[in-house]
């Protein structure tokens, strides 16, 4: 299985602001996913991003708000933007197990409180 | 979509096994039955999956109903450090995971 990390770990933001957070993968994988875990809920697909083209985002979710880059293989970032304390959540990356497989595996979640 | 549903909660004792159960009933032919995991603040953990046979790995067993309309994960002695969240979640065929609202295990020493 892939390991990912994911940077910040955590933080602390004021409202208004953007935060962007990174995902890296130790091997070339095809489709990435962020997630959101809102507390005490379970996971909401945010968007799936593919390299070398635009993320495709789920109902609810714009990409004024939440832009992804995804430069290559084993690197994405997902920025939350203009944020208020409804966006305090934990955002998650996973990546696809592999071809063939709908197994994802992810990173450990960056845990955001806006105040 | 297919709806995944499961109990809010379960408790089990240290060193037994815990059954686990999950309702698909709109499940589609294709899709795959996975079961992940998640300890306090970390990410899910990938379990087990299946499609239609029962399937064993290290970690844990999946039992398949024939209709398919529903799983259940077995744990077959449960330790202290298995107490997580346990999600049953539907793969859809565009690789997407549609994710219930998980079962927090409970185990007693």
């Known amino acids: 299985s892939a390991v990912i990390s994911q940077k910040p770990s955590r933080d602390i933001c004021q409202r208004g602001t953007s935060l962007t957070i990174q995902c890296q993968v130790d091997s070339q994988v095809t489709m990435m996913f962020w997630y959101r875990q809102q507390p005490g809920q379970s996971l909401t697909l945010i968007a799936t991003a593919n390299q070398g083209s635009e993320a495709t985002y789920e109902s609810g979710f714009v990409i004024d708000k939440f832009p992804i880059s995804r430069p290559n293989l084993t690197f994405s970032t997902l920025t939350v933007s203009n944020m208020s304390p409804e966006d305090s959540s934990i955002y998650l990356c996973?990546?696809?197990?592999?071809?063939?497989?709908?197994?994802?595996?992810f990173g450990p979640g960056t845990r955001l409180t806006v105040l | 979509d297919a709806k995944t549903t499961q109990p809010n909660s379960m408790e089990s004792n240290e060193e037994e096994p815990v059954h686990l159960p999950c309702n698909h009933s709109t499940i589609s032919g294709t899709d795959y039955i996975h079961w992940y995991r998640q300890l306090p603040s970390q990410g899910p953990e990938y379990v087990i999956h299946?499609?239609?046979?029962?399937v064993n790995n290290r970690m844990a067993s999946l039992a398949i109903a024939e209709d398919r309309k529903s799983s259940t994960l077995i744990l077959h002695r449960a330790t202290l450090r298995d107490a997580a969240v346990y999600y049953c979640v539907v793969g859809d065929s565009n690789y997407q995971l549609i994710w219930g609202a998980g079962t927090k295990l409970i185990i007693k020493p």
């Open positions: 996973s990546v696809l197990g592999g071809p063939g497989t709908d197994t994802q595996y």
């Open positions: 299946g499609l239609t046979s029962n």
